[in-house]
């Protein structure tokens, strides 16, 4: 079972493609709800379960919910694909104040409250899982 974050598009979803060609049960989520339900038809069509959530991964609540989820439908997590994020290609003398606590509270914190809400669930059950984590510059 394996969670991909940002999964409805672009290198997401290239990703969870792989895995669902592969066989594995597919967890996707991220924010835009059109893009998840493109991307949750087109992977359903390599035969596996997928789940999909729109999710801000900002939110440590939603991110519990969303893992939570996961083991509700599949009854394990294997591995995290940290791939979500986002950025504003511009020089870094440009950004304000809003546009950088916008990307490192999606690309750090995001990121971290994966890792954590996984991780949790892991050591709660006495489980072993993987993460890897996307980054792009």
């Not at 290198?11 to 893009?35: M, P, T, V």
Request: hydrophobic share 45%; net charge neutral; charged share 20%.
């Amino acid at each position: 079972t394996v969670i991909v974050s940002g999964a409805g598009s672009g290198l997401g979803r290239a990703i969870a493609s792989l895995f669902a060609r592969l066989g594995a049960s597919l967890a996707i989520c991220g924010r835009n709800e059109d893009k998840l339900k493109r991307a949750t038809d087109y992977l359903r069509g390599f035969g596996g379960d997928v789940l999909s959530h729109q999710l801000s991964i900002r939110d440590p609540e939603q991110v519990a919910g969303f893992i939570s989820a996961v083991y509700e439908r599949f009854g394990r997590l294997d591995v995290l694909v940290n791939n979500a994020g986002g950025q504003f290609p511009q020089p870094a003398l440009d950004y304000s104040p809003k546009g950088w606590n916008a990307v490192i509270d999606t690309n750090l914190n995001g990121t971290w409250w994966m890792m954590q809400a996984a991780a949790k669930r892991w050591v709660a059950g006495g489980e072993s899982g993987n993460i890897v984590s996307i980054v792009a510059d």
